[in-house]
T-cell receptor, first 113, second 113 residues
Framework: RKEVEQDPGPFNVPEGATVAFNCTYSNSASQSFFWYRQDCRKEPKLLMSVYSSGNEDGRFTAQLNRASQYISLLIRDSKLSDSATYLCVVNRSYGGSQGNLIFGKGTKLSVKP | NAGVMQNPRHLVRRRGQEARLRCSPMKGHSHVYWYRQLPEEGLKFMVYLQKENIIDESGMPKERFSAEFPKEGPSILRIQQVVRGDSAAYFC???????????FGPGTRLTVT
């Protein structure tokens, strides 16, 4: 089983649509969870951290289910500028080090006019 | 507040040469991480450093690769005797502590001919 698994997509949606991304992780000891976005040939940019209580930032809502080892990202009212690859990221917690991030391969989103 | 800086942005080396990649973390960040992204692949952790210390090098290939983060100056990722398979984008990230969000630099694209 991969450490972080995501549906690779692509997700092709019209402007204004709501789109949901899912992610599962295998290491139950992981402590930190994030969503990053990566535009073509650019660096990953932090979108939001993910907390057990769930968190929302404008049109973006992230949820974490520790029991199922499942993370989700919901984008409402999608914009053309949301087109990117969305990366589910989990820290590998072992040996006292929490700095080692594990990246999913990403889900590609394309928002069409 | 300048972000994470990496140079060079593009580097071309012939097989057998050495590649040196530099990373200056964000101001106030003392934790540095290196990741590699092969074409069409996700980011893979390589090494995590604090000033003058390697904290976690579990993702570093055993040979030809080394990293340092001296007391003064940028972090350096060094690849000796490069081979074609080293061609990739190398991203550096920094954070103020190991469990905090990591912020990425623009990357160095290494091409080995």
């Amino acid at each position: 089983r991969k450490e972080v698994e995501q549906d690779p997509g692509p997700f092709n949606v019209p402007e204004g649509a709501t789109v949901a991304f899912n992610c599962t992780y295998s290491n139950s000891a992981s402590q930190s969870f994030f969503w990053y976005r990566q535009d073509c040939r650019k660096e990953p940019k932090l979108l939001m951290s993910v907390y057990s209580s769930g968190n929302e930032d404008g049109r973006f809502t992230a949820q974490l289910n520790r029991a199922s080892q499942y993370i989700s990202l919901l984008i409402r009212d999608s914009k053309l500028s949301d087109s990117a690859t969305y990366l589910c990221v989990v820290n590998r917690s072992y040996g006292g080090s929490q700095g080692n991030l594990i990246f999913g391969k990403g889900t590609k989103l394309s928002v069409k006019p | 507040n300048a972000g994470v800086m990496q140079n060079p942005r593009h580097l071309v080396r012939r097989r057998g040469q050495e590649a040196r990649l530099r990373c200056s973390p964000m101001k106030g960040h003392s934790h540095v991480y290196w990741y590699r992204q092969l074409p069409e692949e996700g980011l893979k952790f390589m090494v995590y450093l604090q000033k003058e210390n390697i904290i976690d090098e579990s993702g570093m290939p055993k040979e030809r690769f080394s990293a340092e983060f001296p007391k003064e100056g940028p972090s350096i990722l060094r690849i000796q005797q490069v081979v074609r398979g080293d061609s990739a984008a190398y991203f550096c990230a920094s954070s103020p502590s190991q469990s905090y969000e990591q912020y990425f630099g623009p990357g160095t694209r290494l091409t080995v001919t």
